[in-house]
């Protein structure tokens, strides 16, 4: 795979290497924006088969990212809203606890929250263990925390904070054999990570479309199984009924949803600037492809795991770790919060979180982004007087 920094508009001399926070656009996903925006012009160039046509093309393209049926991808405008969705139909019936990780993302966290409130239920948030085979480790400890008890797992398969990645497969066997809920955010993970949902036991996935996906802010999308197929939305748009394409006959109330996850679309799903926004960034993806995401990203931090490791920052076995989105935990050489003022004025952007530094490249950086960053980590280096 090569750089492909050409399709975006990533201002000269600056090194963005923070797509975990906010992917940029590429300058094709920004034009299908302005483009949608400008067809408000004149309203009547819209038709009825506009608001639904490329919905449901778009959730073909999703679709086919994570391996499941178009009439299972439902979309939100914020991953709280789809997790609000989903655990909204789950019920206690006397399980008592369900199971998070520790620092999961709080638009997840919340929801646990108010679900184990309505339920009088526990939160069990599992920590993460020390550094070695921590992520091996933490993997186990949230298996081990699975019980009959559970009525719900939610958790971040690719980890926000440093891209440790849970082992969906023994998490979603577990769940299977107990009746537990598997309950998915893929934000971090889903566009540069492969996800085949017929290879796991998942029962909803949610993500925001604002990072992997290379798509616009407001705006999340999701995979919602056949069991909540019966579910009760969180609002009752008529877009989602059985007769919406009939716009002559909407005051005929129609009972019906649309089948599968079609029920749980937010109301104005056809948003006529997002949504083509989406079709074409997740079409590039799905070119580009994630495997091939993984490997780029990969060879270019390739020169920045080896410094890392000559200086005593070691990563995880690479099956927990992802390639697109790693947390350098730093250490008394090197300290992350004193670094940030030479990263600015170095125009590196990457995050702090507490005393890591987390990378997040994508097809966009390039080496130089990286030889860069390994020059400021040079500079920046203490070196430890051992008496
Ligand atoms: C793991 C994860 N989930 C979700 C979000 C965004 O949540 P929301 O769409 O509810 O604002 C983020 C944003 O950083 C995230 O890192």
Not at 149 to 176: M, N, P
Not at 225 to 243: K, V
Request: aromatic letters at 10%.
């Amino acid at each position: 795979m090569q750089n492909q920094k050409h399709k975006f508009r990533i201002q000269e001399g600056i090194s963005y290497i923070n797509c975990a926070y906010m992917a940029p656009l590429m300058q094709s996903t920004e034009e299908a924006g302005i483009q949608g925006m400008i067809r408000k012009r004149n309203p009547f160039e819209i038709s009825q088969e506009d608001f639904f046509t490329e919905v449901t093309q778009l959730k073909g393209l999703f679709a086919q990212v994570v391996n499941c049926r178009p009439g299972q991808v439902a979309l939100f405008p914020s991953t709280s809203y789809g997790f609000a969705s989903v655990l909204n139909n789950i019920l206690s019936e006397g399980r008592k606890h369900c199971v998070l990780i520790e620092n999961e993302f709080p638009s997840g966290y919340f929801a646990a929250e108010k679900w184990a409130q309505k339920h009088q239920a526990r939160l069990e948030v599992v920590a993460a263990g020390d550094f070695g085979s921590r992520i091996e480790n933490w993997n186990e400890a949230v298996l081990n925390a699975i019980t009959p008890e559970t009525a719900f797992v939610l958790l971040s398969y690719v980890h926000w904070f440093d891209g440790s990645i849970f082992d969906l497969k023994r998490l979603g066997e577990k769940c299977k054999s107990l009746g537990v809920k598997l309950i998915v955010d893929g934000t971090q993970g889903i566009g540069a990570l492969p996800l085949d949902l017929q290879e796991y036991h998942v029962d909803a996935l949610v993500c925001a479309t604002y990072k992997w996906l290379l798509g616009p802010y407001s705006s999340a999308i999701g995979y919602i199984s056949d069991t909540f197929s019966q579910g009760e939305p969180l609002e009752e748009s008529w877009m989602n009924r059985q007769n919406a394409q009939d716009f002559a006959n909407l005051a005929n109330y129609e009972e019906s949803y649309f089948p599968l996850a079609g029920r749980y679309n937010v109301g104005e799903t056809s948003d006529f600037m997002k949504i083509p926004m989406l079709i074409d960034s997740i079409g590039q993806l799905l070119e580009w492809q994630s495997r091939e995401i993984q490997a780029y990203c990969k060879k270019i931090l390739s020169p920045l795991r080896d410094f890392m490791a000559e200086n005593g920052i070691h990563l995880e076995a690479e099956r927990f770790q992802a390639q697109h989105l790693v947390g350098f935990q730093m250490n008394e050489r090197l300290n992350a919060q004193e670094l940030i003022p030479a990263l600015k004025a170095n125009n590196i952007i990457l995050s702090v979180r507490g005393n890591s530094l987390r990378v997040s490249p994508h097809l966009y950086n390039t080496e130089q982004d990286i030889e860069k960053l390994i020059g400021v980590l040079k500079e920046n280096i203490k070196i430890i007087q051992h008496s």
